[in-house]
């Protein structure tokens, strides 16, 4: 967005001023001579002074004895907005217009700048220069990268950082992307691209510092609530801001809330400020040191019981022990939510949720709430996808449990987040579920079973073997000497396995030789016409016609 002089816009409201930054920088966008340099196309060691360009412009100059507040308020959109770039020179009486929108004096005629007595001598060209500073990070990107290639598309702000990644094709561009944006965006001090994928056990991934210090303690604020974290030892995406705040609207005061893979708290942080139990894990001990930090920092530690554990062992221990707490709390009246948000691999430990308490004694007085996020990939109905990715796991069909499959943000082409919420049942948590539908890990097992061969196949195989033993059809004889098959005596039954590669080559060839067929005969050729007795003599004519000539 280009962003406008502050003096001209303080009186509108916020969602008013970005809309006419908006309606300013597609403007701009339409007119070449606001463009960088076409020179710096390709440019992959960033060089400020080569954005620099001289334009012609209009500019409306102002007598002196006139009222400049006032004129400029009379002709406001028509001014040249543009980044860091004062349209109106106070102290020459000059104001700046845009050249799209003005080119000649009849292009004001609705202004009616002859009222303040103000005629067309008024308005002039004249020379401006404009400079690497004019433009924002992503016009001076639209200008380098590659027409025919995507540009950059998004990035992520966490705190002082901006977080990239980078395509393939922008790589050599990538030290010019980390330079640009610590100088357009604001309170950006580090760039990083992301390299390597997420790792599966702790969720933080290798990145690279393309440009500013290497600090990577931030503090972000979200859903009212502060966070501090080393954003290089643990997750953070700022996109799932708005699923976060969804869960804690769900949730009420009394509620307890079971936060299998907590990271820093964003889920575990905002419910404990509402009044919520929690008990929040993370394996990750750079997260769990996080959290119980960012737990003391909102005052909410006295809500919040922290572990640093694997989450298998979270389910059956702590989490089948807080169950069971509950269930003999006659004075609980709140409600159980179970938050998964792992979506690489959370659906995996949904297999141990059935028959967890399989061998107590107690009345399940509320169904606890799950929330487990997946990646649901395909070009199918991806809440189906979800679905079914649950069921597998699961082992049983969510239909009857199921509350909510919710689309969370999109990953990928193709690949999408996506939120189930199901209840888990008595007898799903007590092993009591008479479901057709087995485990996936009970499926795969099943599968590598069925690809081998069953006994009465192998039967009917060596039948057919027995049968067909020794016969041979030849299918290109033709009718008049095709004869019926019969056996062929061989001593392919006298090899054994254990003579040598030699032997059973020369047997199988002495085999051929007995089976050969007898080849059709080729049929006669075709006599060629018979000459015409009746064709003349040709010398003789031509000998009478010497005669008649003579």
Same mark, same amino acid.
């Given at each position: 967005?280009?962003?406008?002089?502050?003096?001209?816009?303080?009186?509108? /409201?916020?969602?008013?001023?970005?809309?006419?930054?908006?309606? !300013?920088?597609?403007?701009?966008?339409?007119?070449?001579?606001?463009?960088?340099?076409?020179?710096?196309?390709?440019?992959?060691?960033?060089?400020? @002074?080569?954005?620099?360009?001289?334009?012609?412009?209009?500019?409306?100059?102002? /007598?002196?004895?006139?009222? &400049?507040?006032?004129?400029?308020?009379?002709?406001?959109?028509?001014?040249?907005? %543009?980044?860091?770039?004062?349209?109106?020179?106070?102290?020459?009486?000059?104001?700046?217009?845009?050249?799209?929108?003005?080119?000649?004096?009849?292009?004001?005629?609705?202004?009616?700048?002859?009222?303040?007595?103000?005629?067309?001598?008024?308005?002039?060209?004249?020379?401006?220069?404009?400079?690497?500073? #004019?433009?924002?990070?992503?016009?001076?990107?639209?200008?380098?990268?590659?027409?025919?290639?995507?540009?950059?598309?998004?990035?992520?702000?966490?705190?002082?950082?901006?977080?990239?990644?980078?395509?393939?094709?922008?790589? /050599?561009?990538?030290?010019?992307?980390?330079?640009?944006?610590?100088?357009?965006?604001?309170?950006?001090? +580090?760039?990083?691209?992301?390299?390597?994928?997420?790792?599966? +056990?702790?969720?933080?991934?290798? %990145?690279?510092?393309?440009?500013?210090?290497?600090?990577?303690?931030?503090?972000?604020?979200?859903?009212?609530?502060?966070?501090?974290?080393?954003?290089?030892?643990?997750?953070?995406?700022?996109?799932?801001?708005?699923?976060?705040?969804?869960?804690?609207?769900?949730? #009420?005061?009394?509620?307890?809330?079971?936060?299998?893979?907590?990271?820093?708290?964003?889920?575990?942080?905002?419910?404990?400020?509402?009044?919520?139990?929690?008990?929040?894990?993370?394996?990750?001990?750079?997260?769990?040191?996080?959290?119980?930090?960012?737990?003391?920092? #909102?005052?909410?530690?006295?809500?919040?019981?922290?572990?640093?554990?694997? @989450?298998?062992?979270?389910?059956?221990?702590?989490?089948?022990?807080?169950?069971?707490?509950?269930?003999?709390?006659?004075?609980?009246?709140?409600?159980?939510?179970?938050?998964?948000?792992?979506?690489? %691999?959370?659906?995996?430990?949904?297999?141990?949720?059935?028959?967890?308490?399989?061998?107590?004694?107690?009345?399940?007085?509320?169904?606890?709430?799950? !929330?487990?996020?997946?990646?649901?990939?395909?070009?199918?109905?991806?809440?189906?996808?979800?679905?079914?990715?649950?069921?597998?796991?699961?082992?049983?069909?969510?239909?009857? %449990?199921?509350?909510?499959?919710?689309?969370?943000?999109?990953?990928?082409?193709?690949?999408?987040?996506?939120?189930?919420?199901?209840?888990?049942?008595?007898?799903?948590?007590?092993?009591?579920?008479?479901?057709?539908?087995? /485990?996936?890990?009970?499926?795969?097992?099943?599968?590598?079973?069925?690809?081998?061969?069953?006994?009465?196949?192998?039967?009917?195989?060596?039948?057919?073997?027995?049968?067909?033993?020794?016969?041979?059809?030849?299918?290109?004889?033709?009718?008049?000497? &095709?004869?019926?098959?019969?056996?062929?005596?061989?001593?392919?039954?006298?090899?054994?396995?254990?003579?040598?590669?030699?032997?059973?080559?020369?047997?199988?060839?002495?085999?051929?030789?007995?089976?050969?067929?007898?080849?059709?005969?080729?049929?006669?050729?075709?006599?060629?016409?018979?000459? #015409?007795?009746?064709?003349?003599?040709?010398?003789?004519?031509? @000998?009478?016609?010497?005669?008649?000539?003579?």
């Amino acid at each position: 967005m280009i962003y406008t002089t502050r003096t001209t816009l303080t009186h509108l /409201p916020q969602t008013h001023r970005v809309v006419v930054r908006l309606r !300013h920088y597609f403007k701009n966008m339409l007119c070449p001579d606001l463009h960088p340099p076409a020179a710096v196309r390709g440019m992959q060691q960033l060089d400020r @002074a080569a954005f620099s360009k001289t334009i012609k412009v209009p500019h409306l100059l102002v /007598p002196k004895d006139k009222n &400049l507040n006032e004129v400029c308020r009379s002709i406001k959109k028509y001014l040249l907005k %543009m980044e860091r770039y004062k349209p109106v020179i106070t102290e020459e009486y000059k104001i700046t217009l845009h050249p799209m929108a003005v080119q000649k004096w009849e292009d004001l005629a609705d202004v009616k700048l002859e009222k303040l007595d103000i005629g067309s001598e008024a308005l002039v060209w004249q020379e401006i220069q404009l400079c690497y500073d #004019n433009w924002k990070y992503d016009e001076i990107l639209k200008a380098v990268l590659p027409e025919d290639k995507e540009a950059l598309s998004s990035f992520s702000k966490i705190g002082h950082i901006i977080h990239l990644n980078l395509k393939d094709h922008l790589l /050599p561009y990538k030290q010019l992307i980390g330079e640009v944006m610590c100088d357009k965006i604001a309170d950006c001090r +580090t760039v990083v691209n992301k390299s390597l994928s997420i790792d599966n +056990t702790y969720r933080n991934f290798q %990145m690279e510092l393309l440009c500013g210090e290497p600090n990577y303690q931030v503090s972000v604020k979200e859903n009212g609530c502060l966070f501090q974290f080393d954003f290089s030892k643990v997750y953070w995406n700022p996109r799932l801001s708005t699923e976060h705040e969804k869960i804690v609207k769900m949730l #009420n005061k009394h509620d307890v809330l079971y936060d299998l893979y907590a990271g820093v708290g964003p889920f575990t942080v905002p419910a404990a400020r509402k009044g919520c139990e929690v008990l929040a894990n993370d394996l990750n001990p750079d997260s769990y040191q996080a959290l119980v930090t960012n737990c003391a920092l #909102n005052r909410v530690s006295k809500n919040v019981t922290c572990h640093n554990k694997d @989450a298998v062992e979270f389910i059956k221990h702590e989490l089948k022990q807080a169950f069971l707490t509950k269930c003999a709390d006659k004075c609980f009246l709140g409600e159980m939510h179970i938050t998964m948000n792992l979506p690489a %691999m959370a659906v995996e430990h949904l297999v141990h949720f059935p028959g967890l308490l399989k061998s107590e004694d107690i009345v399940l007085h509320k169904k606890p709430l799950v !929330h487990v996020y997946c990646f649901a990939k395909g070009v199918e109905d991806k809440k189906q996808i979800a679905r079914e990715l649950v069921e597998r796991w699961l082992g049983m069909e969510v239909e009857d %449990m199921l509350k909510e499959i919710a689309f969370v943000r999109n990953v990928a082409p193709n690949k999408d987040m996506m939120r189930v919420s199901f209840y888990l049942t008595e007898d799903l948590l007590f092993g009591r579920t008479t479901s057709k539908k087995r /485990p996936l890990d009970e499926e795969l097992r099943l599968s590598d079973l069925s690809k081998r061969p069953s006994n009465k196949m192998k039967d009917q195989r060596k039948q057919l073997a027995k049968k067909a033993k020794n016969v041979f059809s030849v299918s290109q004889a033709k009718k008049k000497d &095709l004869k019926k098959t019969k056996e062929v005596s061989s001593t392919l039954k006298k090899i054994k396995v254990q003579d040598k590669r030699e032997k059973v080559d020369q047997k199988f060839q002495d085999l051929h030789a007995q089976i050969v067929t007898k080849k059709a005969p080729k049929p006669a050729p075709k006599p060629l016409p018979a000459k #015409n007795k009746n064709k003349p003599d040709t010398k003789k004519i031509e @000998a009478d016609l010497n005669v008649m000539q003579m």
